[in-house]
């Protein structure tokens, strides 16, 4: 005869049940809806913008938007509970609707949506967080033009430069 079951208060491995975790990571906690979406569709946005093509910047091409892909990706071992929930969230989308606002790739609306991420940054973030979100999003947008100025050591064209220094200025890192 089997021995009947028993409700475990914690996991084979010794951890707690998920019935006593929470939802959402603390960190996701003190933003809204909105908040929270601004935050996580902007790294893409940013990307995408970076491999567009604009004034005096050529298409970036294929490698250009995986380099924005895997920049966006290495979030996941920054060391900031913020940066990781963002990149947990991204990655958690698995609904397949299109996300009209991930492909506008207007520079003046990416530069006010990065002006208000960080305002909301600077209003809940801990500051270490913040610093470490807004430097995450220019990297993602400077490995994607490393990628298109070509060859290692050669530095982004002029328009890719005031690009990145543009998306700096909006992201308050200058």
């Given at each position: 005869m089997l021995a009947p079951?028993?409700?475990m208060?914690?996991?084979?491995?010794?951890?707690p049940s998920s019935a006593g975790r929470r939802a959402a990571p603390l960190t996701t906690a003190v933003y809204s809806a909105a908040e929270w979406e601004l935050l996580t569709a902007l790294p893409g946005r940013v990307v995408v913008a970076a491999?567009?093509?604009g004034p005096g910047r050529p298409r970036s091409g294929?490698?250009?938007?995986?380099?924005?892909?895997?920049a966006v990706a290495a979030g996941?071992?920054?060391?900031?509970?913020?940066?990781?929930a963002v990149v947990a969230a991204i990655y958690?989308?698995?609904d397949g609707a299109?996300?009209?606002?991930e492909h506008r790739t207007d520079v003046v609306d990416l530069l006010a949506t990065c002006r208000a991420a960080t305002r909301v940054l600077r209003r809940r973030a801990d500051p270490a967080d913040s610093a470490a979100y807004r430097q995450w999003v220019q990297s993602a947008a400077a490995?994607?033009?490393g990628v298109a100025a070509g060859p290692r050591g050669l530095p982004p064209a002029p328009a890719d430069r005031r690009f990145l220094d543009r998306l700096g200025g909006a992201l308050d890192l200058c």
């Open positions: 079951e028993v409700p208060s914690h996991s084979v491995a010794g951890e491999a567009s093509p294929v490698a250009a938007g995986l380099a924005g892909l895997d996941r071992a920054f060391d900031s509970d913020l940066v990781r958690a989308r698995h299109a996300d009209p606002v490995r994607v033009c």
